[in-house]
């Protein structure tokens, strides 16, 4: 079974510039989770679906932060524009009924994203 | 709140026993997962409890004590590879929170 898939992998760019992040979660997982992890912290949640339904997305920065998942499969997040304080690895996690219920979440190698 | 608490790093030896605890705060709580994340790799999923007691997988326990707001991480018969960070992680409706995490360094 592939596990979640993201890409790129690493991504360096300017402050004030733009930078997408994509996903692909495990199939058949109906939960795909965005978290974003600070060098040396936890992860902390940015935003959660439930097929193509936002479940949560109190912790997401609206102001600069967009993401979906139009499809209820793949999913992009977005910043829009990069302030230094983005730099952080983005991971994307998936987990189904069954999964969720026992704290069990899938995770992706994520994205490190480096704001100059 | 929703914060959990557990110590910044731990350090033991080969062979040896080491615990992490995590304290957590109760509202909306459903249980408490572990996770073990090698650097520049992916928090992987160790061990979750609902129900007070001990739930043990291989070298690996994990305790909770809902009326304490209290869990902890035991591995047994360290070996070097287990020197990673250990995350404690509250599920919240459906919702998964995680502490900031536990360095463990394993030395020879």
């Known amino acids: 079974e592939a596990g979640v898939a993201q890409s790129p992998r690493y991504k360096i760019i300017e402050k004030r510039q733009s930078v997408a992040f994509w996903c692909n979660p495990i199939s058949g997982h109906a939960t795909l989770y965005w978290y974003q992890q600070i060098l040396g912290q936890g992860p902390k949640l940015l935003i959660q679906?439930?097929?193509?339904?936002?479940?949560?997305d109190s912790q997401l920065p609206k102001d600069r932060f967009s993401a979906e998942r139009l499809k209820g499969v793949d999913s992009t997040l977005k910043i829009q524009p990069a302030k230094l304080e983005d730099s952080a690895v983005y991971l994307c996690?998936?987990?189904?009924?069954?999964?969720?219920?026992?704290?069990?979440?899938?995770f992706g190698e994520g994205s490190r994203l480096t704001v100059l | 709140g929703q914060s959990l608490e557990q110590p910044s790093e731990v350090t033991a030896v080969e062979g040896a026993i080491v615990q992490i605890n995590c304290t957590y705060q109760?509202?909306?709580?459903?249980?408490l997962s572990w996770y073990q994340q090698h650097d520049g790799g992916a928090p992987t999923f160790l061990s979750y409890?609902?129900?007070?007691g001990l739930e043990e997988t291989g070298r690996f326990s994990s305790f909770l004590s809902r009326s304490d707001s209290y869990g902890y991480l035991l591995l047994q018969e360290l070996q070097m590879k287990d020197s990673a960070s250990y995350f404690c992680a509250r599920t919240n409706g459906g919702k998964l929170i995680f502490g900031q995490g536990t360095e463990l360094s394993v030395k020879p």
């Open positions: 679906f439930q097929n193509n339904g936002v479940v949560d």
């Open positions: 996690a998936s987990s189904s009924a069954g999964t969720t219920n026992t704290g069990e979440l899938f």
């Open positions: 409890n609902a129900l007070d």
């Open positions: 109760t509202s909306g709580f459903y249980g």
